[in-house]
């Protein structure tokens, strides 16, 4: 009866761990939405003080990679955790890398942005700029829910999203270049613009990759690197197999 009751607490305990860490990555998580969208609105309303905010941010990010990744780490020394119990752990590892990246491309954001609002901003206030923070902003709260809820269905539909930042990111580009043919006094500003453009394709990027550990932690397959097209069709093989497996 006190073995039952040892394993029994043990087993608590390291549920309770598992939990832990995996809060800890949703409150990770939502200080680098809170950086990116800042750093966002920075930008647009020509907010400095705002910028430089978002760019001290980026040390709390740090560290919370830092004690999570420990954490982590702990959990696989001790409590040699297999199965789903160990897709998550390495997820999770993975998942806080992408966060810290966001965060560092937040904290380009946040700098750009106080450099530029010592300069008149365009009549449009970025308007594109701001068109496509708003789209990666999303992407980055999409794919927490997904992790939150294990969600494959969302991760897909998240992921999916990163062609429009691309498209988004070309069509910026596009838009700098010929400002910078026609004017050559904008290409200080435009090539600012573009760091800003280039930060947020890739917050898209990472966001993208967050998804795709939502489906390794949730089924066990590696979709890194394969087009959306072969993620859904290998997907929907494996989700057969798993539902005639059931009968």
Known sequence: METADLSHHIHSRFNADLEGVRASVLQMGGLVEKQLQD???????????????VAQLDRRV??????????????????NPAASDLRLLVAIIKTI????????????????????????????????????GDLVA?????????????????AL?????????????DAIQRQCITFMMEDPRTIRRALDVLWVARALE?????AKNICEYVIYMALGKDVRHLAIEDVEQQLATALAARAGGDR
């Open 138 to 154: 999303a992407m980055v709260h999409g794919a927490l829910d997904a992790f939150a809820r294990v969600d494959i269905d969302l």
């Open 157 to 169: 539909e998240i992921a999916r999203r990163d062609r429009l930042v691309d498209e988004e990111y």
């Open 39 to 53: 750093g966002t609105r920075a930008l647009v309303n020509g907010d400095g003080a705002l910028g430089e905010e």
């Open 62 to 79: 740090n560290a919370m990679e830092v004690a999570i990744d420990d954490d982590c780490n702990r959990i696989l020394a001790t409590r």
């Open 97 to 132: 890398t992408d966060l810290e990246r966001i965060g560092d491309e937040a904290e380009k954001l946040g700098h750009i942005a106080a450099k530029l609002a010592t300069i008149d901003r365009p009549a449009d206030r970025y308007r594109e700029i701001k068109h496509m």
């Open 202 to 206: 890739r917050v898209g990027d990472h």
